[in-house]
Antibody, heavy 114, light 107 residues
Framework: EVQLVESGGGLVKPGGSLRLSCAAS????????MNWVRQAPGKGLEWVSS????????YYADSVKGRFTISRDNAKNSLYLQMNSLRAEDTAVYYC???????WGQGTLVTVSS | DIQMTQSPSSLSASVGDRVTITCQAS??????LNWYQQKPGKAPKLLIY???NLETGVPSRFSGSGSGTDFTFTISSLQPEDIATYYC?????????FGQGTRLEIK
């Protein structure tokens, strides 16, 4: 069974940093691109970042470019999102999603507030 | 990036009604389109992949059609448990992108 489990969310002050993790199991992690998608309270789904299976290709939404860094460790079946210079508008549930989007984690809440 | 325009943004219908949501891509995406259902506090659930393929375990009242730039999602007979927000999402070219969502309510 495919499972994606996010962790690392929490309350952080504006300008602070957080590192999200996504632990994958039930499939060959190293064969799939991975994505981070977020959803602000009461809003729709917003793609944040993607990374190819071998980390050769990385993409960021303009809203996070220069502040967020996606990475993965195929040996540990894990996906990461380093979030720096956090802003109030980054408050959202952050989901990791596999490849074309068929599998999602349950999400982790990031709240940026003073 | 490919833009996905989904309509309507909200919809009110009665139990048993046929419900249709449309999604238009800003460029040809072949059939690389997913449809999701999301209920409050939950992650999106995949209903349809490759524009028209029903995910395993999803009731047959849900269906999808289309290719290229124009896509349709249909619930043939609305049930109370179908109350949710629905999203289209393309995966033809990275990055994946989403429609704005359709909030479905019972009349």
């Amino acid at each position: 069974e495919v499972q994606l489990v996010e962790s690392g969310g929490g309350l952080v002050k504006p300008g602070g940093s957080l590192r999200l993790s996504c632990a994958a199991s039930g499939f060959t992690f190293s064969s799939y691109s991975m994505n981070w998608v977020r959803q602000a309270p009461g809003k729709g789904l917003e793609w944040v970042s993607s990374i190819s299976s071998s980390s050769s290709y990385i993409y960021y939404a303009d809203s996070v470019k220069g502040r967020f860094t996606i990475s993965r460790d195929n040996a540990k079946n894990s996906l990461y999102l380093q979030m720096n210079s956090l802003r109030a508008e980054d408050t959202a549930v952050y989901y990791c999603a596999r490849g074309s989007g068929g599998y999602w984690g349950q999400g982790t809440l990031v709240t940026v507030s003073s | 990036d490919i833009q996905m325009t989904q309509s309507p943004s909200s919809l009110s219908a009665s139990v048993g009604d046929r419900v249709t949501i449309t999604c238009q891509a800003s460029q040809d995406i072949s059939n690389y389109l997913n449809w999701y259902q999301q209920k409050p506090g939950k992650a999106p659930k995949l209903l349809i992949y490759d524009a028209s393929n029903l995910e395993t375990g999803v009731p047959s009242r849900f269906s999808g059609s289309g290719s290229g730039t124009d896509f349709t999602f249909t619930i043939s007979s609305l049930q109370p448990e179908d109350i949710a927000t629905y999203y289209c999402q393309q995966y033809d070219n990275p990055p994946i992108t989403f429609g704005q969502g359709t909030r479905l309510e019972i009349k």
